[in-house]
């Protein structure tokens, strides 16, 4: 979705060492006044240029005034410009409980970010914020959309996500993901975006000036994915890689499966679904689409072929009605580089 | 034995499609003696078929028609003939056909159907309007669009979803769109040139389009596949992306190369002192943030504020406003109100001393003709109004706190108890206090004598709570 993505303004009263405006920071600063934003947003609108407006903002003042000016951009929008677009709020934990119920009466998505995924990385990187509150307020609002839910009022309908930074502080990936599957099973988390942390202009010292591979958030959305959808643990997916870190030439799936070899190949035809969820290359709705084609017939290699995005990754996992995998998978030593993706972006440094 | 010809109009044509398809299902055609052409001379149209009238509707499964109403839109020319022949398998045993993705037939019409379905999906991103002026004076937004398939008409309901309230125009190759903000109406096929050639916001747009991408994440793979390069000629932000991608890998060298910053010395203490310096200090302050908030329940929008001194001996805590309360803004002055203060004059209590509020802030109520019936708030409800209540409370600093019935006993202590259950002298958060019956309560009871013996307790309790706030606070269990 295309958004209009910008910041109230970057005057900033915290000083989280990972933010180009952090209060010690030397950034050019600048505000937009409520209606500035206002009139932006449904100028693009208009124009097709955006679907909707994602508004953060520095501390400015305090949380409960910046937050409140938030909200008057929405509420604005709403009330006064007869705006339909979406609407997603960055909300400041930090603010008084009352204004994120003030947010979601007018916001189609709230957000707070986590940033770290540690108390001790927060304390450390990001002195003004505190995990306690942070988590306070993520509870909040869960209770409150689903209790909107239940009397059909209208309150964030698309729920609340969040943001983790990555690669700002020492956490492993098993680390993160036990983080998400836990934020995903206590407070109905729609989204936890991994932002990787990038090197911002007037870097801050404590930092690391260089970048975490682009690979590692990918990784990270994957397995984020396997998590969610296809019924693996937070566990079972840090085991596929070393130490913790997620493996960077193959994707989760196929790491996990490298390293239970003994679970394939998996009959195409008789499977169950958790069973054909965790070949490698079969996606959600391929797994749904074989289900419902194999209550009509055997599945032969070409129907397979027809099904999935592409049969060739598939070759030495699965059984057909007429194909076996030539060898033992136990026995395969080049399976790995076969799994892994021509390198797809060339390192920049 | 001879084939039937059918020949239909250019582009998407579902309807015609339709009314040929229930024909030649009619007269048992099977699809290899139906030849499907699109287009074609008008001295071939609907040779054998269409001059039949009309034919019964075919019984198909519900996922068959959104599948033909897409695939039509596709440019391929065989389109008509392969939807033929999946309605007449799905007719002649083959009832569950669309189960079955592995049959090359239907995956060749979901390919197409995915085929539109994206061309559908970047029409709606990446179409982008300039504004005109129409001869009234008006604006009206015109783009210009080349669609892959022709999916002109089965995007109509979006963009008239999304821009109902603007005057707009859509021109492509094949076709034109216009809202005129009640009404749609279609236009021949356009040209390029038709449309206006800039927008005021185009500027502003290409500065945001700039300034949003990150050299040190750059990652041009993905950005063709999210906007590929077909598309690029006719948005205004792509200009600059060639450019921008050049330059990103020595920008971000630069940024590294340029190290460590120096930070700018501001004092943190300052800075988390105002922080945490937020929230309303008075009572005033309190107020108009209330009344300045939308109600946090379906009800009435004028917020109820509490009244009376601050310092009060005694702070009175009901439900939440009335219908007259709402009416005229004031706690306590509909017949609840008027029976409290009655009880409160026999009992000796100084009503100028004593604050009133509710737990509630605002009239939650069922419309029911004229009138609008009280409805209870649910315990959530009163959940987000506590903070404003406790708030409140904090700022008025009573002596003394009287809780009026089960919700504000729910507020005051964050727990459901019982009003009949835990009734007598209770402590709200160190301060002392009385849980009793909300007068309301008193008024609703239906028979005399019951009603009579609630008055007397209540009045009771209320001699009591008198008594407990003449004497020197004492400790209760």
Redesign the interface.
């Known amino acids: 979705m295309?958004l209009?993505?910008?910041l109230l303004t970057n005057y900033c009263?915290?000083?989280c060492a990972y933010c180009i405006n952090r209060?010690?920071?030397?950034v050019e600063r600048a505000r937009f006044t409520v209606d500035e934003v206002v009139a932006?947003t449904v100028?693009?609108y208009?124009?097709?240029?955006i679907e909707g407006l994602f508004l953060s903002s520095g501390?400015v003042?305090?949380?409960?005034?910046t937050m409140e000016q938030m909200t008057l951009v929405a509420?604005k929008l709403r009330r006064e410009e007869?705006f339909?677009g979406y609407i997603h709020l960055k909300t400041i934990p930090?603010a008084?409980?009352?204004l994120i119920?003030?947010a979601g009466?007018f916001a189609d998505r709230l957000s707070i970010n986590l940033e770290l995924p540690s108390a001790e990385s927060l304390r450390s990187l990001a002195?003004?914020k505190d995990a306690g509150t942070i988590a306070g307020a993520m509870g909040q609002m869960h209770?409150?959309i689903a209790?909107a839910k239940e009397?059909r009022?209208r309150f964030s309908p698309a729920g609340q996500s969040t943001q983790i930074i990555v690669g700002a502080d020492a956490t492993t990936d098993a680390a993160l993901l036990t983080t998400s599957a836990a934020l995903y099973r206590d407070y109905g988390l729609r989204r936890v975006y991994y932002s990787?942390f990038?090197?911002?202009?007037?870097?801050?010292?404590v930092?690391p000036?260089?970048?975490p591979p682009?690979q590692r958030e990918n990784r990270l959305y994957q397995a984020d994915w396997l998590l969610r959808f296809y019924g693996f643990t937070p566990e079972e997916v840090a085991a596929s890689g070393e130490d913790g870190m997620l493996a960077l030439d193959v994707d989760p799936k196929s790491a996990w499966a490298l390293k239970n070899r003994g679970r394939f190949p998996v009959d195409v035809n008789t499977a169950d679904r958790e069973a054909l969820l965790r070949v490698p290359g079969l996606g959600a709705r391929s797994v749904d689409?074989i289900l419902?084609?194999r209550?009509?017939?055997r599945?032969k290699l070409a129907?397979?072929g027809?099904?999935a995005r592409s049969v060739k990754r598939l070759l030495p996992f699965l059984v057909a009605a007429d194909y076996r995998p030539p060898t033992a998978l136990a026995d395969k030593a080049e399976l790995r580089p076969q799994l892994a993706e021509a390198p797809?972006?060339l390192s920049?440094? | 034995m001879q084939s039937v010809r059918i020949a239909l109009k250019n582009g998407a044509d579902f309807e015609g499609f339709r009314r040929a398809a229930r024909q030649s299902v009619a007269r048992d055609l099977p699809p290899d003696r139906v030849d499907w052409s699109s287009g074609a001379e008008p001295s071939l149209f609907g040779e054998a078929v269409a001059s039949e009238g009309i034919a019964p509707p075919l019984s198909l499964p519900r996922a068959a028609g959104e599948l033909i109403a897409q695939v039509v839109c596709h440019r391929d020319p065989e389109r008509f003939a392969l939807l033929y022949r999946l309605i007449w398998r799905l007719l002649h045993g083959e009832h569950?056909l669309l189960?079955?993705?592995?049959?090359?037939l239907v995956?060749r019409l979901e390919t197409m159907r995915k085929s539109v379905r994206r061309d559908l999906h970047k029409m709606h991103?990446f179409?982008?309007?300039?504004?005109t002026t129409d001869p009234d004076g008006e604006a009206r937004?015109v783009?210009w669009f080349e669609p892959e398939h022709d999916i002109l008409a089965a995007t109509a309901d979006f963009f008239v979803e999304?821009?109902r309230?603007?005057r707009w125009s859509i021109l492509t190759p094949g076709g034109a769109l216009h809202w005129d903000r009640e009404r749609l109406t279609f236009g021949p096929p356009a040209h390029k040139s038709d449309a206006p050639d800039g927008?005021a916001?185009e500027a502003?747009?290409r500065r945001?389009y700039e300034s949003?991408f990150?050299p040190?994440?750059?990652?041009p793979?993905a950005m063709r596949q999210h906007m590929a390069k077909k598309y690029w000629h006719n948005l205004p932000?792509t200009a600059a992306i060639p450019e921008l991608l050049r330059t990103?890998?020595q920008r971000?060298?630069e940024?590294?190369a340029?190290?460590?910053?120096?930070?700018?010395?501001?004092d943190?203490a300052l800075?988390?002192a105002?922080?945490a310096?937020?929230?309303p200090r008075t009572l005033e302050e309190l107020n108009r943030?209330i009344a300045a908030?939308?109600p946090?329940t379906?009800g009435a929008d004028r917020a109820v504020l509490g009244e009376g001194p601050i310092g009060a001996e005694i702070a009175f805590v009901g439900e939440q406003p009335g219908d007259q309360e709402d009416r005229e803004g004031r706690p306590f002055v509909g017949p609840a109100g008027r029976l409290l203060d009655g009880v409160l004059a026999e009992v000796g209590i100084d009503r100028t001393k004593v604050y009133v509020t509710n737990a509630v802030k605002h009239f939650k109520y069922e419309p029911r003709g004229e009138r609008r019936l009280h409805k209870k708030p649910?315990p959530?409800e009163v959940k987000?109004y506590r903070?404003?209540l406790l708030k409140e409370l904090e700022l008025v600093r009573p002596h003394f706190v009287v809780a009026l019935g089960g919700t504000a006993l729910l507020s005051l202590t964050g727990k459901p108890l019982s009003v009949m259950k835990v009734r007598g002298a209770i402590q709200f958060d160190g301060v002392p206090g009385y849980a009793t019956v909300h007068p309301s309560y008193l008024l609703r009871l239906p028979d005399e004598v019951t009603k009579r013996e609630a008055m007397a307790t209540f009045r009771r309790d209320l001699e009591r709570v008198a008594a407990m706030v003449a004497a020197p606070p004492s400790r209760s269990s």
């Open positions: 295309s209009l993505k910008i009263l915290f000083d209060r010690s920071s030397n932006l100028n693009f208009k124009r097709n240029y501390i003042r305090s949380p409960d005034h509420k007869g339909a930090e008084s409980p009352w119920e003030q009466l002195p003004e209770e409150r209790e009397d009022r990787a990038s090197p911002i202009p007037a870097a801050s010292a930092l000036l260089k970048p682009l689409r419902a084609a209550r009509h017939t599945l129907d397979v027809r099904l797809a972006q920049l440094f | 569950a189960e079955v993705h592995s049959d090359p995956h991103a179409l982008r309007f300039r504004e937004f783009a999304r821009f309230s603007m927008d916001f502003a747009w945001y949003t990150n040190a994440r750059a990652n793979k932000e990103a890998p971000a060298r940024m590294i340029r190290g460590a910053a120096l930070p700018v010395k501001r943190p800075a988390v105002a922080m310096d937020q929230g943030l908030s939308e946090l379906p649910n959530g987000r903070w404003w």
